[in-house]
């Protein structure tokens, strides 16, 4: 297989935008949400009535909406009004959407290879709710093939009966989100957590074994420094979790920051811009580094690549379905996109009368199922020509020959061989780059 030949003159990139503005720029699928039609659910339910392709892993998403707070950030769909009653109505029908879903053909005799609850907070669940949620999710799919149960937690929900409970459910990923050190930075942002109770979940969590530990960072929250930062890089090195996530703070539309922007008439959020963030996410990745973490994709670093997985990540992103359960949550069966309905109300409702609250559904092209593998793959710094040629029938030096060249003229990209390669600072905009390879209908100009 040839290789291409990265241009002798670096062609300057597109001005990088410095401030912060309102947009979720966060590319998590393809075609983007928007595009996604509640005319079009009907082709998710022919796909329910279809055997699953062969080899094609299935996984699970449980969406837990309730949290303590509203972070100011947050753009998920949650709820801090539910009481104990409302919070168990949610799960029996989150539970019958499974026994649903259970009984249709696409399973095929499959049982799920990872689970992941996800939110809104798990953590803020109950031990005896949680309980009833997985005893009752194993009986009708077993997980004695799966690979991976990742959990979502909050440290403040984490009491060490709790923390006890959660790792004999068989969770093998605990993901603690830290997002700060700092109390202040912490409540000014509208977390509901502070810093001692981080360092009692995450030092219970050790003593009872959790496989695997990961710690979520924020760069660029409300009021951060630049030696906040660096003292936040400092504890996650002292702590030594197993895995680091590092997200760039972004303010889409639907929170708390972006109403009070637009009630004051501004335009500029009051976080970090878009260089600071990335010198910050830069610094981060350098130090941990120098700790010998591995830098695993545009967000992630591994103390121990070896042992260190994100299965739920890796199958999702080379085609496995996701069977996503719960309000709002987005799942993947068969080739088809869906989205559940996205208010509490509606959703219990349509599921307590025995239907499946799908709200709206897309089937991608070919050509759309290629760009949604390879520009989430290419997340991780690092294809295989080979894999997508094998997979989708042409080279994607071929198949994307114009982002490809585009994306090596502006110094971020290089071909050698069998990889296509990120570089560190194309990883820090990846999401703005992964726009060069979206079709014409899909771009929109509300990226960093």
């Given amino acids: 297989m040839s290789t291409s030949t990265v241009s002798p003159e670096r062609t300057p990139a597109p001005p990088i935008q410095k401030e912060t503005t309102v947009g979720n720029y966060f590319v998590s699928n393809y075609p983007p949400f928007s595009f996604w039609k509640q005319d079009r659910v009907g082709e998710l339910y022919e796909a329910l009535e279809r055997p699953p392709k062969p080899g094609v892993p299935l996984g699970i998403y449980m969406h837990i909406p309730f949290c ?6 947050c753009y998920f769909k949650v709820y801090t009004d539910k009481d104990s009653a409302a919070i168990r109505g949610y799960i029996d029908a989150a539970l019958k959407e499974l026994s649903i879903y ?7 005799g499959r049982k799920p290879n990872f689970v992941y609850f996800g939110g809104g907070t798990p953590s803020y669940l109950s031990v005896d709710q949680l309980k ?7 009986a009708m799919l077993s997980w004695d093939e799966v690979e991976e149960v990742t959990f979502e937690a909050e440290p403040g929900t984490l009491t060490d009966h709790k923390l006890k409970a959660i790792r004999e459910m068989g969770v093998t990923r605990l993901s603690l989100g830290v ?9 000014i942002n509208g977390r509901a957590h502070h810093s001692k109770e981080i360092a009692r979940a995450y030092a219970y ?24 930062w660096k003292e936040n890089i400092r504890k996650t090195i002292e702590m030594a979790p197993d895995s680091v996530t590092v997200y760039e703070m972004e303010i889409p539309y639907n929170t708390t920051i972006y109403k009070q922007m637009k009630t004051e008439g501004k335009l500029v959020a009051p976080v970090a811009d878009w260089e600071t963030k990335r010198r910050w996410v830069d610094y981060a990745w350098n130090e941990l580094s120098q700790a010998g973490y591995t830098i695993s994709s545009a967000y992630t670093a591994v103390r121990n690549p070896e042992k260190t997985k994100f299965i739920y990540r890796d199958r999702l992103w080379a085609g496995a379905d996701l069977l996503s359960l719960g309000v709002a949550s987005f799942g993947h069966i068969g080739g088809i996109h869906y989205q559940n309905h996205h208010d509490f109300d509606p959703y ?8 499946l609250p799908i709200y709206r559904a897309l089937t991608p092209s070919g050509e759309e199922r290629y760009i949604r593998e390879f520009i989430l793959q290419l997340k991780l710094g690092r294809v295989s020509r080979n894999y997508f040629a094998d997979k989708f029938g042409t080279d994607p030096c071929t198949q994307f020959a114009k982002p490809i060249q585009t994306l090596t003229d502006w110094g971020f990209l290089a071909v050698d061989g069998d990889n296509i390669r990120m ?9 703005k780059l992964l726009h060069e390879f979206f079709l014409p209908e899909h771009r929109n100009a509300r990226y960093a």
């Fill in 68 to 73: 303590r707070k509203r972070c100011h950030f």
């Fill in 102 to 108: 259970a009984a249709k053909p696409f399973i095929g």
């Fill in 132 to 138: 009833h949620l997985t005893n009752s999710m194993k």
């Fill in 179 to 187: 997002e700060n050190f700092d109390d202040h930075i912490l409540e």
């Fill in 205 to 228: 969590a050790r003593e009872i074994g959790f496989p695997q530990i990961n710690i979520d960072l924020i760069a660029g929250m409300v009021e951060e420094t630049e030696p906040n």
């Fill in 348 to 355: 219990v409702a349509k599921v307590t009368a025995g239907e």
């Fill in 423 to 431: 570089n560190r600072e194309g990883l820090l905009q990846i999401d």
